[in-house]
């Protein structure tokens, strides 16, 4: 009996991509072959099903292989097991790294513990994505932060150095590594609309102005990052957001803020009624937030109390996002024309954060 037989020999690592994500999406490999049968690959490559499976299981086993060279990317351009070219390995740590949103939303604020672990069966179940990724994405979520909890200088930075991330995944997982770190309260049912980039949009906006690594400039700060981590918010700045109380104790100084708001919003809002008759609720309520914030639990509470005293009482009287946006524009300004009003530094480096994350969480 004679046997034919083709053999191909090489020495770079073939790595289908459809296949890569197959397997990263947390297929087995019968499922991943069904999944590539129905995308009619038979049909395109002139081959059997067994040779379908066959080539699966040749690549998830690649793939496994390599999964530890994934898990600490720096050392994948320097090993000599596999030949991947340089473009080819930057896809697979990417891709490696890439997460579902809704998961992130799911764990995004928790320790990443044992215990969240744990809950990942439900997670699982409530997202419809397969415990495998699931898995995944939450090994890769605590290493990225036990790697750079303890390190200095810029969050993003050095996860991009020691992942080998794009800037736009390194500024999602810094947002994870932020909200791990600080706790913020992201699960109350009120903040359930909030999805996770409008999370990692206000991250990025705390990151950036209240942390130990942003430093303010006498004028608008230029983020300069300083040597210090910058995932712990300034506790100096932060106790001297107490002194912008004199905005809503001082009567006069509040009635002054009330008319010059009201001078420049006259005429260019519809709710101008409402604004007029609220004015000192929402100051109070923008004012009050800042004067808790030296107290961990208030700090964690900062989302949930911009929803509950702020954007619902607007959203309420039909606040449109142009409304939001002049009237923010306009009390923020406003404040510095008040003569006895001192703090005008400390009082754009809070307000500018404020109206950046209230206008990108307002909404349905």
């Given at each position: 009996m004679s046997m034919e037989?083709?053999?191909?020999?090489?020495?770079?690592?073939?790595?289908?991509e459809e296949v890569y994500q197959l397997w990263l999406d947390g297929y087995t490999v019968s499922d991943a072959v069904?999944?590539?049968?129905?995308?009619?690959?038979?049909?395109?490559?002139?081959?059997?099903?067994?040779?379908?499976?066959?080539?699966?299981?040749?690549?998830?086993?690649?793939?496994?292989m390599c999964e530890r060279l994934l898990q600490s990317p720096t050392k994948l351009a320097n090993q000599l097991l596999f030949q991947i070219p340089p473009q080819r390995q930057a896809m697979l740590i990417e891709r490696y790294y890439e997460f579902d949103s809704v998961f992130a939303r799911e764990v995004l604020g928790k320790k990443l513990s044992k215990g969240t672990k744990k809950d990942l069966d439900d997670i699982s179940s409530k997202t419809g994505i397969a415990l495998k990724s699931c898995r995944r994405q939450f090994d890769n979520f605590k290493r990225v932060f036990k790697v750079v909890e303890e390190l200095r200088g810029p969050l993003v930075e050095n996860i991009q150095h020691h992942f080998l991330l794009s800037d736009a995944l390194a500024r999602d997982y810094a947002a994870i590594v932020f909200f791990a770190n600080s706790r913020?309260?992201?699960?109350k049912r009120k903040l359930q609309y909030l999805s996770f980039q409008d999370f990692a949009f206000c991250a990025g906006q705390l990151i950036s102005y209240w942390t130990v690594g942003a430093v303010g400039e006498t004028t608008l700060w230029k983020s300069i990052m300083m040597e210090d981590m910058d995932?712990?918010?300034e506790k100096e700045f932060l106790h001297d957001l107490k002194d912008l109380k004199v905005l809503i104790n001082d009567k006069d100084m509040l009635d002054q803020h009330k008319s010059l708001v009201c001078g420049q919003l006259k005429g260019k809002i519809k709710v101008f009624n409402e604004m007029e008759a609220n004015f000192k609720n929402l100051s109070r309520a923008l004012v009050n937030i800042a004067s808790k914030l030296t107290h961990t639990k208030d700090v964690r509470d900062l989302f949930i109390d911009l929803v509950e005293k702020f954007i619902e009482p607007c959203r309420s009287e039909r606040w449109t996002v142009g409304d939001l946006r002049l009237f923010l524009t306009h009390y923020i300004s406003c404040a510095h024309t008040l003569d006895t009003f001192r703090h005008q530094i400390i009082w754009d480096r809070y307000m500018s954060v404020i109206k950046s994350c209230i206008l990108k969480m307002y909404h349905d």
């Amino acid at each position: 009996m004679s046997m034919e037989l083709d053999v191909f020999v090489g020495n770079t690592t073939i790595m289908d991509e459809e296949v890569y994500q197959l397997w990263l999406d947390g297929y087995t490999v019968s499922d991943a072959v069904k999944i590539r049968m129905e995308g009619g690959v038979l049909s395109e490559c002139e081959a059997t099903s067994e040779v379908l499976l066959s080539d699966t299981m040749d690549q998830f086993r690649t793939f496994q292989m390599c999964e530890r060279l994934l898990q600490s990317p720096t050392k994948l351009a320097n090993q000599l097991l596999f030949q991947i070219p340089p473009q080819r390995q930057a896809m697979l740590i990417e891709r490696y790294y890439e997460f579902d949103s809704v998961f992130a939303r799911e764990v995004l604020g928790k320790k990443l513990s044992k215990g969240t672990k744990k809950d990942l069966d439900d997670i699982s179940s409530k997202t419809g994505i397969a415990l495998k990724s699931c898995r995944r994405q939450f090994d890769n979520f605590k290493r990225v932060f036990k790697v750079v909890e303890e390190l200095r200088g810029p969050l993003v930075e050095n996860i991009q150095h020691h992942f080998l991330l794009s800037d736009a995944l390194a500024r999602d997982y810094a947002a994870i590594v932020f909200f791990a770190n600080s706790r913020f309260e992201t699960g109350k049912r009120k903040l359930q609309y909030l999805s996770f980039q409008d999370f990692a949009f206000c991250a990025g906006q705390l990151i950036s102005y209240w942390t130990v690594g942003a430093v303010g400039e006498t004028t608008l700060w230029k983020s300069i990052m300083m040597e210090d981590m910058d995932v712990e918010l300034e506790k100096e700045f932060l106790h001297d957001l107490k002194d912008l109380k004199v905005l809503i104790n001082d009567k006069d100084m509040l009635d002054q803020h009330k008319s010059l708001v009201c001078g420049q919003l006259k005429g260019k809002i519809k709710v101008f009624n409402e604004m007029e008759a609220n004015f000192k609720n929402l100051s109070r309520a923008l004012v009050n937030i800042a004067s808790k914030l030296t107290h961990t639990k208030d700090v964690r509470d900062l989302f949930i109390d911009l929803v509950e005293k702020f954007i619902e009482p607007c959203r309420s009287e039909r606040w449109t996002v142009g409304d939001l946006r002049l009237f923010l524009t306009h009390y923020i300004s406003c404040a510095h024309t008040l003569d006895t009003f001192r703090h005008q530094i400390i009082w754009d480096r809070y307000m500018s954060v404020i109206k950046s994350c209230i206008l990108k969480m307002y909404h349905d």
